[in-house]
């Protein structure tokens, strides 16, 4: 079966920190664009990092530059989303995609599903004291 999983989401005090992992089962993610996104309730789906397929070239949102880092491990088909500094407005479910067209830019613009060619069911993530 061709899916991606996230795992690691939880609840964390604010100032803590958290790694998301999105694990590619059925396929390798060696050729696809990989993006982390993320919606809050009642909040419209945003782009949070994305990654390129082979340059390890990266786009973050202005949000999370310098407090998120996402990498990639091919060897192991997962990419990572490291989280520090977090803060109560990251609580959301954080999901990741992944797409062999997309630019990295391109990908993290996406708002909805549509178009991108996997999607996991997502990880929450709770930041709260």
């Known amino acids: 079966q061709v899916q991606l999983v996230e795992s690691g989401g939880g609840q964390v005090q604010p100032g803590g920190s958290l790694r998301l992992s999105c694990a590619a089962r059925?396929?390798?993610?060696?050729?696809?664009?990989i993006g982390w996104f993320r919606q809050a309730p009642g909040k419209e789906r945003e782009g949070v990092s994305c990654?390129?397929?082979?340059?390890?070239?990266?786009y973050s949102a202005d949000s999370v530059k310098g407090r998120f880092t996402i990498y990639r491990d091919n060897a192991k088909n997962t990419v990572y989303l490291q989280m520090n500094s977090l803060k109560p407005e990251d609580t959301a479910v954080y999901y990741c995609?992944?797409?062999?067209?997309?630019?990295?830019?391109?990908?993290?613009?996406?708002?909805?599903?549509?178009?991108?060619?996997?999607w996991g069911n997502g990880t929450l993530v709770t930041v709260s004291s």
């Open positions: 995609a992944a797409d062999k067209l997309y630019t990295v830019q391109g990908l993290c613009s996406k708002r909805s599903r549509y178009g991108v060619d996997y």
């Open positions: 059925g396929f390798t993610l060696d050729y696809h664009v």
């Open positions: 990654i390129s397929r082979s340059d390890g070239s990266t």
